[in-house]
DNA sequence: CAAAATTCGTAGGCTTATCTAACATTTTTT
DNA sequence: AAAAAATGTTAGATAAGCCTACGAATTTTG
């Protein structure tokens, strides 16, 4: 009874996000957020309650708990992280980010995101990765892996040592 | 009725692992490897079967048709990589690592997994990364984010750069 | 070869999540 | 303020997956 199903993950997401946009989050927006028919929304948002995840009374608008804020925090915080490596790093386009971001969110453990971020911010902060680092890896992506130009993207990111590390003894 | 469930995708590379190993899935031996009761089981096989996936025939070994043998490739394929990349590239535990592969690999888009692939590689490839870069890496991880020894690592990897590139125009 | 043990299938029930259809409440319009 | 429209809830059905319990088939063993 203590374990919450993706789907009603994805319903305190969309109420968060209303809450955000709209200040107030209403069955109707939520269906038609979730996609879904109204009847299908007032079951998850009895559910939600009994959890004490929302403050729902019938024919009001939704408020999170605190408890719900919390969780509902956690797992807009998964999506960001995956969203953001899907995007910023492979490339991939904003929808397809998006959706499988929607979908990941549900199944990664703590340790693999915690360490998913690190790593990302790890490529960009490391003197021999960053920005420049990751428009070469796009390049030999639409090269279809052969990486033509080493010599010059090894000469800027010489440069780019020798700048970051100018102020190190 | 033509996209598979999670579950059923589960049962598949069940089977594949098993014939593998044992040369033929036997239903005990699923539900073993499941971790469900062997009714379960048998309700999973005649989806499957239904689907044309697998050969079932009651009280027999259950065989991959060349279609079924496919879809598990398919689906042992998402696993291997994303196995890797928590795996080799993050530094996750093996049986974490294992887990989440397990539940991930059923909700990645296509694209996204073969970027993913092609991130590898160019980690490993590119002269300016590669595995003492990920050794950085864990070290950075172990150290809080700090990156203590900048200049000894920078040091390594010019000497990594020179032999990549010696070869090169 | 027959009894015992193992394996397998069927039947029926539970849970989650969805839908449609009908009914209830609230809000808007006239 | 009454009628119309929009919004919300309830009831009943469906589908996927899991379970237990029991009976059927196959294998193993004495």
Redesign the pocket.
């Known amino acids: ?1 203590d374990h ?5 993950e ?2 305190l997401e969309v109420i968060f996000s209303l809450e955000s946009v709209n200040s107030e989050a ?6 038609d957020a ?14 939600l309650s009994q959890r004490g995840l929302i403050n ?6 939704v408020t999170l708990t605190p408890e719900g804020f919390r969780t509902a925090t956690r797992i807009v915080h998964r999506h960001k992280v995956l969203y953001d490596f899907l995007h910023t790093f492979l490339q991939i386009r904003p929808e397809v980010a998006e959706d499988t971001a929607c979908k990941l969110e549900h199944h990664i453990d703590d340790e693999s995101l915690e360490t998913l971020t690190k790593f990302a911010r790890f490529i960009m902060t490391c003197p021999r990765t960053g920005k420049d680092w990751l428009e070469a890896f796009t390049r030999s992506c639409n090269d279809r892996g052969t990486c033509t130009n080493c010599p010059e993207c090894i000469k800027s990111c010489l440069e780019r040592l020798d700048d970051k590390c100018s102020g190190q003894p």
């Open positions: 009874m919450m199903s993706s789907n009603l994805d319903y209403r069955a109707k927006d939520i269906a979730m996609g879904v028919q109204r009847a299908s929304v007032t079951n998850a948002l009895q559910k729902y009374q019938p024919y009001n608008s």
